[in-house]
Every structure is written in C-alpha cells, then in structure tokens.
C-alpha cells in the first residue's frame, strides 16, 4: 500500500510502498482510510518532541496521524458476531478513528476504574483512553497517513449516515479534545464560556459546540484572519482580538451586558485555554469570575504560571482535559450530525503531504486534510 512515512525526525515524509498492516489482536480492524487530519501533534512528533517519552515512534519508518476516518476492510474473525460492549463493526462499517487508545492493558488502575470523569459517560471497564500502556495510533505506532491503518475496535465510532470522511477525519482529535473541554467546564445553559484561541483548529469548532450547547461563547484570537474566521463562524458569540482590547475592557462589556458592576462577579463561568502561550492564559484567567475554572488543554514544555492571588483570593479552579473516552467521541459525532458542527478545512492529495506540512506551519484557518479520494500528483 501507499503511505507518508518519517525515516528520522526532522525530515521530510516520503510517499512510499509499504506492507499491508497486520490484525494481530481480536480488538483490531483493518481501516480503508478515506481521509486522515493533520495536527499540531504530528509536528511535535516528527521533530523528536516525543522522544524518550511513551508518544514517540517505537519503529521506523513511522506513519504519522492521529485522526482519520475510513471504512472497514478487515476484521478478526472471533469478534465478528461476538458479544461486545463496541459497536458491531463489519466489513464496510464506516468509522472515525482517534489516536488514544490502542490495545490499552486492560488490567491497570485506569483500565479498571469505572468512575465518570466530570459526570461524562465512561467507558466499559478494560477500556481506558488514560492507560499508561496504550499505544497511540499515528505517534508510538503508525497512524492514518497511509491507505490502510489496523486500528482497535474499542478504540472507534460508527460515523452518522450522512457524515462524510473529510468532516469525520478533523473531529476525532481537534473535535473530540474540545467537545471534551467544553464538557469538562461543568456549565448549565446560559453560562460563559471563553475559547482562548477561538479561531484556530480545536477553537473554530469550539465556538460552534458551545454555541448549539446553549452557552455564552467568548472566543479570544491575536492574528486577523483567527479573529475572522471566529466572526464568520459564530452566531451570537463576543469575538475579540486581543491584541486590541484588554482582558480587563472585556470583562466589563460582560458586566454592561449582565448589569453587574461588582468586581469578582463579572466575567466568564469558565476559560479554556487552546495557546501554548503564557499570555493567553493569563488573559483567560483575567476573565473569569471568582469561583470559575479554568480548563487547560494546550501543553508548553516550560509549562504555565499562575498567581497564587486567583487560587487563593479568587478561588479559581484550575483543571486539565486530554481528548475524551470513546463514549464522548459517540456522543460528540451525534452532536456535530444533528447541530451541523463542521471544521473549516482544505484538502491535499495523500502524495502532497509535504505540501500540506509547509502550508500548516504558514498559519492556516481551520484544518488541513488528506483526502485520499483526491489522485496522486
Ligand atoms: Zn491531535
Ligand atoms: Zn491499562
């Protein structure tokens, strides 16, 4: 088959022939990739960010992403017609496949722990996108960007009937990492949200998710075209360009708004922050009212630094959200089928990977796809 592969970190991908995958557990499926998503994640990847980490290639040549979609082609024969807590996938059975979590060890605290995470569904005990042992698909062992990928049963979702490749393909990681986040807010109807980073990959859909949530999106981007796309997208959200309104003016447009003047009760229920940036966070943290939380998803090596002022005094809630289990992933794709949530995309064909590499590190708006329907050029 024909896939991209790295032979080192820091080079190109090479469009090559490789073997065809092997099935080699009951959970595995063999995937027809239709379309496959690039992700910040696959640059941290490809420059050796992973290394000496459980994320970084275990062989070489390595096949990068983590969020495609496809349609099954093969399947291990003692699953077909088999009891199972997953879905009864068949050869044919169109599925969204995210990165997290291949054949987890079924065994280790968070294998076994059946506990929700923030009220959310979990996941049939043995399954657990947070064990340590799993592999993941596209980082520790090949992904999407290739014809055929084996990917686990547990690990995916049926895609809605009227769902196509291209649209699934951007959701498994950018949608099921921000739904999640949203998710994680623990917000009722009506509640403030705001989107650090609202006009980027995870952002642009995030507006759209809290939005049809019922929630009162603050989306906050730095660069023109962000701000714009964000605009474009949002239908009653607060769009704001940082780099010309303080967070401090922003929180009293939501004061005007409510008719709140007092200082700690103005501002967003919650704050997700999407930007590897310091100053991002510090402008989410400005907005939030006092007894708000703040939900972190990017993660900057030197890390971030709080005042122990909001904690303390303000007793802000500061929280992480990583992707989401396979029982959000379900419930997110119903969500984006039945509120029209759709990422803003631009499509290569598979052999011009590179290409699309070079045009990621431009700044783009929305999400760059392989669509392997697309003819090699
Ligand atoms: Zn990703
Ligand atoms: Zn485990």
Known sequence: MKAQVLKAYNEPYVFTDVPLPKITSPYDLLIKVEAASYCHTDTVCATGGFDGHANAPTQWPHIGCHEFAGTVADIHKPLAGSDSSVAPFQIGTRVGVPGRAFHPCGT???????????????????????????????????????????????????????????????????????????????????DRVAILGCGGGLG??????????????????TSGPAVALSQR????????????????DVVQIMGNEDGIVEQGRMGVDAAIILPESQ??????????????????????TSGFVFSTQDIVFRH??????????????????????????????????????????????????????????????
């Not at 340590?132 to 992904?143: M, Q, V, Y």
């Not at 100053?279 to 900057?300: E, H, I, Q």
């Open 316 to 377: 802000i809630s500061i929280t992480g959200s990583l992707v989401g289990s396979n029982a959000i992933l379900r419930e997110m794709l119903a969500f984006a089928d039945e509120h029209g949530v759709k990422c803003v995309s631009q499509l290569f064909a598979l052999s011009n990977l590179n290409d699309l590499v070079t045009r990621h590190h431009q700044g783009v708006e929305g999400k760059l796809i392989i669509d392997l329907s697309l003819a090699t050029s």
């Open 279 to 300: 100053a991002a966070f510090d402008y989410g943290m400005r907005l939030l009212k006092n007894w708000g939380t703040c939900v972190v998803v990017s993660f900057p």
């Open 108 to 190: 280790c605290y968070e294998c076994q722990r059946e506990t929700p995470d923030y009220g959310q569904p979990s996941d049939s005990k043995g399954y657990s996108v947070y064990c340590p042992k799993a592999k993941n698909l596209g980082l520790s062992i090949p992904g999407g960007f290739a014809e055929y990928a084996v990917v686990d049963a547990r690990q995916v979702a049926p895609l809605p009937a009227e769902m196509s490749a291209v649209d699934a393909a951007p959701l498994m990681c950018a949608g099921l990492t921000i739904y999640a986040a949203l998710k994680n807010c623990q917000l009722q109807r009506g």
């Open 233 to 248: 997208l949002a239908t009653n959200s607060l769009i704001v360009n940082a780099t010309k309104t303080t967070a401090d």
């Open 204 to 221: 642009h859909l995030g507006i759209q998710f809290a939005e049809k949530m019922g929630l009162k999106v603050v989306g906050i981007d």
